[in-house]
């Protein structure tokens, strides 16, 4: 396939502004699948994804598109939108060199629309914006072109007014796909230069590997190096995704594909990897960042003659995503279990969701916390301030970007759903690591009979905070699910925990737990 006639993309968007619908129109316009009318999020693989409509998992699909007599190979990598993801979308990234930037044409720039514009710009991306849902009664897209002017510095003649949902004026965002994106730099007459950009786990084949072909050319039966363990494999598969694994003879630089070689985790794939020839080694391509758990929960089995069950499952699943981390942890109530580390509340949800789900395990999740480094010294005298402004921007008369600095274990938990309430759902939020700040901190022990309990200890501003509401913990997006898994817990186990000598059900310990 020329390099000219090949365009790598990816759609980002703030969460619900229709970035799968527009990606299914996408792969129905190309006959990369049939139009039917069960086309809905094709690209959202997971059980969990369909269920509460978001994208988790980042997929890539080859699509094949006819333009004035030329073929043109475009390849969609699909990204999720929620904030506790964004690691996945800069990832995405780095196998494109353009972005639709789809943005609701009501509701217009949100929280995620600045975050991900600003990652595609920073990796020096075309920008393609897209205004979308103009078919509903309250669209305004001219409003939203002058946003997108005004905070992008786009021209509004640029943006392009879809109807994802009923398909209008999509052809469009195809055209410009090849008008306005550039085909990939690569050299296909030099080694093979291959960027890992992610990695799944099939049960029979191994570690899946997501690859980007900068230079060369990879087919099965090369001997593979990687630059990050050193360790060489032989390829045992390559080929596109179309978005269904399809096996081709060859992968040239420019392309977007998939390569088997017989690794056996996904950490002999890390994501950001370099891949070249065993016989001619290269320059590693620059990596990125690896994902950074913010949030960490002690995850128990319901009972104890289910840890085998649950440890495995839980290896099951990391192998798939391998941002959450897994320590061994016990607890004098809950018996032997991990300490796991997610990016954000709804990774640790989603994580949860799928263990029972793919997994049928049941689980209990203690609070969750945030990572705090201590100093143990007696000279916190300064009374730390929980929030900062730092800027404010007016995007256009009725919408306003404010920037804060912010404790994370101030946003972690309920913030969003209160931010939500609080502007009757009008406000969105995005957030980034800011580093450790000094802080005036507490752990706080809660002692039965003398004796503390391990479980409930946690770490708080002040000693005032031991009144506040503790109800307000609670993360309020998915109240109803965890009632639900609460009653089920509540109704199968009636077991008691000895803490001292102190008889405690175990069911008044998940009580606590959930409420915390
Ligand atoms: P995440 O994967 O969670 O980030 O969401 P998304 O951006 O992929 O959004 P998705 O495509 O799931 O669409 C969100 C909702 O908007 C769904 O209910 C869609 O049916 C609806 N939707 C998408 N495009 C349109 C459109 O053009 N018009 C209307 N009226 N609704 C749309």
């Known amino acids: 396939f020329p390099v000219e006639n090949i365009r790598n993309f990816s759609i980002v968007a703030h969460v619900d502004h229709g970035k799968s619908t527009l990606a299914d129109r996408l792969l129905e316009l190309t006959g990369t699948i ?50 506790d993801f964004s690691y996945e979308v800069s990832r ?12 609701d044409a009501n509701e217009g720039i949100q929280a995620q ?3 991900n514009f600003f990652l595609a710009f920073e990796a020096q991306l075309s920008v393609i914006p897209v ?36 398909g209008t004026n999509v052809e469009s965002v195809l055209q410009a796909i090849i008008e306005r994106i550039p085909p990939p730099k690569v050299h296909r007459k030099n080694p093979l230069r291959a960027l ?30 990687s630059a990050h363990t050193q360790k060489t494999y032989e390829v045992n598969e390559v080929g596109v995704l179309n ?22 985790d996904v950490t002999e794939a890390q994501i950001g990897d370099t891949l070249c020839l065993h016989k001619q080694p290269v320059e590693p391509l620059p990596g990125f960042k690896s994902a950074k758990p913010m949030v960490f929960a002690g995850m128990y089995p319901l009972d104890q003659s289910e840890y085998n069950n649950l440890k495995s499952a839980i290896e099951k699943l990391t192998l798939n995503d391998s941002s959450v981390t897994v320590h061994r942890d016990s607890s004098l109530a809950l018996g032997a279990g991990w300490r796991l580390g997610f990016l954000g509340l709804l990774h640790m949800e989603v994580f949860n969701q799928r263990l029972e ?12 916390t945030v990572p705090y480094k201590a100093v143990l010294s007696s000279s916190k005298l300064i009374k730390a301030r929980r929030a900062v ?14 920037k804060y600095l912010f404790p994370l274990n101030e946003i972690v938990v309920d913030f969003y759903d209160s931010l939500k309430s609080l502007s009757s759902g009008y406000a969105s939020f995005d957030y980034e690591d800011a580093g450790y700040q000094t802080a005036e901190l507490v752990k706080m022990d809660i002692l039965l009979n003398g004796n503390t309990v391990e479980e409930l200890v946690t770490v708080v501003h002040n000693v005032k905070a031991y009144r506040k509401n503790v109800l307000a913990k609670c993360y309020g997006g998915d109240i109803t699910r965890k009632m639900k898994l609460l009653k089920r817990q509540a109704e199968g186990k009636k077991k008691l925990r000895k803490i001292g000598n102190v008889e405690v059900p175990k069911d008044a310990f998940i009580k606590v737990l959930k409420t915390q």
């Open 34 to 83: 049939d139009k039917t009318k069960n086309n809905k999020q094709v690209l959202d693989k997971l059980q969990v994804e369909r269920e509460r409509g978001i994208t988790v998992k980042a997929q890539t699909a080859s699509l094949f598109y006819n333009c004035e007599g030329k073929q043109y190979l475009l390849n969609l990598i699909d990204t999720p939108g929620h904030v």
């Open 113 to 115: 629309t600045v975050a």
């Open 92 to 103: 995405s990234l780095s196998a494109c060199q353009g972005v639709l930037l789809v943005v």
């Open 357 to 368: 789900q793919e997994y049928n395990a049941s689980v209990i999740l203690t609070t969750p």
């Open 243 to 264: 978005p269904n694994e399809q096996p081709t003879h060859k992968l040239y630089a420019g392309q977007v594909g998939y390569l088997i070689a017989g690794m056996k």
């Open 131 to 166: 205004i979308n849902k103009i078919d509903l009664k309250n669209a305004d897209p001219e409003r939203v072109e002058n946003q997108i002017e005004k905070v992008f510095d786009i021209p509004s003649d640029e943006c392009i007014k879809i109807s994802a949902k009923l």
């Open 196 to 225: 890992v950009f992610d990695s799944t786990f099939d049960q029979y084949r191994g570690v899946i590997a997501n690859v980007a072909l900068f230079d060369g050319v990879v087919s099965k039966g090369d001997k593979i190096v």
């Open 389 to 402: 402004q730092k800027n404010m921007i007016f995007i256009d008369q009725n919408r306003v970007m404010l």
